[in-house]
């Protein structure tokens, strides 16, 4: 069993940057994927970024390519979304999520149901 505990969610005005953060516990070793999504209100959950356990492999949604950056630290189980130039839309929950499957693709990736456990989620808003 995993559990997975978000951090560094927050305001921030449109053009700032934000860097949050995921703790895994448990069972890691099954986290060969970890990923991030966000739901805005009102919205259907999306894909925003996926690493694999190597950090060999990244996939991002075009709506934040080369805006937000994906990291993660296998001796700490924990995993990273750096976020930069943040526009109002940005505004979501942005929940982490691990899988024990080697996605190999970005359709694989951006898929709700290829993610087995999920964080509780926390709040980022982006004023303009």
């Known amino acids: 069993q995993v559990q997975l505990v978000e951090s560094g969610g927050g305001l921030v005005q449109a053009g700032g940057s934000l860097r949050l953060s995921c703790a895994a516990s448990?069972?890691?070793?099954?986290?060969?994927?970890m990923g991030w999504f966000r739901q805005a209100p009102g919205k259907e959950r999306e894909f925003v970024a996926a690493?694999?356990?190597?950090?060999?492999?990244?996939y991002y949604a075009d709506s934040v390519k080369g805006r937000f950056t994906i990291s993660r630290e296998n001796a700490k189980n924990t995993v990273y979304l750096q976020m930069s130039s943040l526009k109002p839309e940005d505004t979501a929950v942005y929940y982490c999520?691990?899988?024990?499957?080697?996605?190999?693709?970005?359709?694989?990736?951006?898929?709700?149901?290829?993610?087995?456990?999920w964080g509780q989620g926390t709040q980022v808003t982006v004023s303009s």
């Open positions: 690493i694999n356990w190597s950090s060999s492999s990244t």
């Open positions: 999520a691990s899988s024990y499957r080697k996605l190999g693709s970005l359709s694989a990736v951006e898929a709700v149901p290829s993610w087995s456990t």
């Open positions: 448990g069972r890691t070793s099954s986290n060969y994927f």
